[in-house]
C-alpha cells in the first residue's frame, strides 16, 4: 500500500530533551515536507526537501532540523523542545516538486512538550 | 506574499443539503489550486484539485472552479451525506512548486 508512514504517534517529552520524528515514504516520491497545525492556523510549512541532499526552509524553521540522506526517509528534528512545539504534526510527499502536484499525508503524530 | 482564506466554520447542515466551502486566494505567478479533506484523528486527504485558470476538480461529487478573475476557489456538492463530516483545507501550491499554503479549515457538521 501506498503510504506515508510517521512515528511515532504520540510523544510527551520534556523540555530540553531532544528528540526525532520518523518520516518514511514508499511511493519513490522526490519531494518531501513537514507542517505543524495548530488551531485556528491551519498548517503551517516547517520544512521541505525537493530532492535527497536539498532542503530548505518553510514558515516555520525555527527550533527545527531536517535531513533528507536517503529518498524514502525525511526525519524531523528537535534539538531542545520548548512548549510552544506542542502541536500536531505532519509529513507529506509528492511525486516531484511540480506545481500539479498534490500530497500524499502521514497520519500525524501529536508532540506534547513539558 | 501568497496567501489563503476560507470560510470560518463550523458549517451546519441536514443531510442532503447543498454544500459551498467559500476559499479565495493572494498568488504571484501560476499556482495549483487543492482542496484536502481531514477526517477525525488521520491526516488529510487530497480532495480535488485544478492546475490552471478556468479548471474544474471533481471528485466524490465536490467539485470546484479555478476563477483566475475572482481568485476564489470555492468547494460545492449537491447533497451532502454525514459520511462527509469532517474539516476541509484548501491550498495552493506556488509557481516553483516549493511550498503549499493551507487555509485555516472549515469543520462541516452533516445532520442526519
Known amino acids: 500500500e501506498a503510504q506515508v508512514t510517521q512515528n511515532p504517534r504520540y510523544l510527551i517529552t520534556v523540555t530540553g530533551k531532544k528528540l526525532t520524528v520518523t518520516c518514511s515514504q514508499n511511493?519513490?516520491?522526490?519531494?518531501m515536507s513537514w507542517y505543524r497545525q495548530d488551531p485556528g492556523l491551519g498548517l503551517r510549512q516547517i520544512y521541505y526537501s525537493m530532492n535527497v541532499e536539498v532542503t530548505d526552509k518553510g514558515d516555520v524553521p525555527e527550533g527545527y532540523k531536517v535531513s533528507r540522506k536517503e529518498k524514502r526517509n525525511f526525519p524531523l528534528i528537535l534539538e531542545s523542545p520548548s512548549p510552544n512545539q506542542t502541536s500536531l504534526y505532519f509529513c507529506?510527499?509528492?511525486?516531484?516538486?511540480?506545481?500539479?502536484?498534490?500530497?500524499?499525508f502521514g497520519s500525524g503524530t501529536r508532540l506534547t512538550v513539558v | 506574499g501568497n496567501s489563503v482564506t476560507q470560510m470560518e466554520g463550523p458549517v451546519t447542515l441536514s443531510e442532503e443539503a447543498f454544500l459551498t466551502i467559500n476559499c479565495t486566494y493572494t498568488?504571484?505567478?501560476?499556482?495549483?489550486l487543492f482542496w484536502y479533506v481531514q477526517y477525525p484523528g488521520e491526516g488529510l486527504q487530497l480532495l480535488l484539485k485544478a492546475t490552471k485558470a478556468d479548471d474544474k476538480g471533481s471528485n466524490k461529487g465536490f467539485e470546484a472552479t479555478y476563477r483566475k478573475e475572482t481568485t476564489s476557489f470555492h468547494l460545492e456538492k449537491g447533497s451532502v451525506q454525514v459520511s462527509d463530516s469532517a474539516v476541509y483545507f484548501c491550498a495552493l501550491r506556488d509557481t516553483g512548486g516549493f511550498k503549499t499554503i493551507f487555509g485555516a479549515g472549515t469543520r462541516l457538521f452533516v445532520k442526519a
Open positions: 498568488a504571484t505567478g501560476y499556482p495549483s
Open positions: 511511493m519513490n516520491h522526490e519531494y
Open positions: 507529506a510527499s509528492s511525486m516531484t516538486g511540480g506545481v500539479a502536484y498534490g500530497y500524499t
